[in-house]
């Protein structure tokens, strides 16, 4: 099974920029989808973006279309978020999941398998 392994979170103003990275652990993430999920405290997992592993199919949040971008390296077997024009409200432990069946999708329970988590904060 794959493990996904999260980096890249951390402190940053309001209006900055942060690249998160998922790595695959265990096995590659080929033929996986890869979503990226957030959870603000005392608030419920919510959706932020997804892709297919061959990046033919993504899914964003309203919240962040436009801002965010999820992309893949191959090579690395690698899924990243990039994150701009942060604002304090995208604070939250970003998750990084894989699900099984390749299709597109925007509801945690339907993935397999999860990271850690990595701590975003903006400041205002």
């Known amino acids: 099974q794959v493990q996904p392994v999260e980096s890249g979170g951390g402190l940053v103003q309001a209006g900055g920029s942060l690249r998160l990275a998922c790595a695959a652990s265990g096995r590659t993430f080929s033929t996986y989808v890869v979503g990226w999920f957030r959870q603000a405290p005392g608030k419920e997992r919510e959706f932020v973006a997804t892709?297919?592993?061959?990046?033919?199919?993504?899914d964003y949040a309203d919240s962040v279309k436009g801002r965010f971008t999820i992309s893949r390296d191959n090579a690395k077997n690698t899924v990243y978020l990039q994150m701009n024009s942060l604002k304090p409200e995208d604070t939250g432990v970003y998750y990084c999941?894989?699900?099984?069946?390749?299709?597109?999708?925007?509801?945690?329970?339907?993935?397999?398998?999860w990271g850690q988590g990595t701590q975003v904060t903006v400041s205002s």
């Open positions: 892709m297919t592993w061959s990046g033919g199919s993504t």
């Open positions: 999941a894989a699900r099984i069946l390749p299709v597109v999708s925007r509801t945690p329970a339907t993935y397999n398998y």
